[in-house]
Nanobody, 124 residues
Framework: QVQLVESGGGSVQAGGSLRLSCVQS????????MGWFRQISGKEREAVAG????????NYAGSVKGRFTISQDITKATVYLQMNSLQPEDAAMYYC?????????????????WGQGTQVTVSS
């Protein structure tokens, strides 16, 4: 059984940076991509960034492109989300997810495994 554990969240001022980490334990060789999502209470879960295991191809939501960077270290079974120039609207619970399915990278229903989330707070 695959488990995902996020860390690195916290509270920063606008313009600051955080790096989130997601460590995978357990094996599922069919996993082909990883993603970061975020959610504000009462709102739908929003895709932030995705990365394909084969080749490292990445996707980003328009709202974070140029500010956030997703990367992975396969040897450490870890996916990162470097977040720069954080704004109050980036504040949310951030979730790591893994998928062995096809479909849109930004569709949360296409992901099989989810972490518990890490909270990001940005003050103005």
């Amino acid at each position: 059984q695959v488990q995902l554990v996020e860390s690195g969240g916290g509270s920063v001022q606008a313009g600051g940076s955080l790096r989130l980490s997601c460590v995978q334990s357990g094996l599922d060789y069919s996993i082909n991509r990883m993603g970061w999502f975020r959610q504000i209470s009462g709102k739908e879960r929003e895709a932030v960034a995705g990365i394909w295991n084969a080749g490292g191809f990445t996707n980003y939501a328009g709202s974070v492109k140029g500010r956030f960077t997703i990367s992975q270290d396969i040897t450490k079974a870890t996916v990162y989300l470097q977040m720069n120039s954080l704004q109050p609207e980036d504040a949310a619970m951030y979730y790591c997810a893994a998928s062995n399915q096809g479909g849109g990278w930004n569709n949360p229903t296409r992901y099989n495994y989810w972490g518990q989330g890490t909270q990001v707070t940005v003050s103005s």
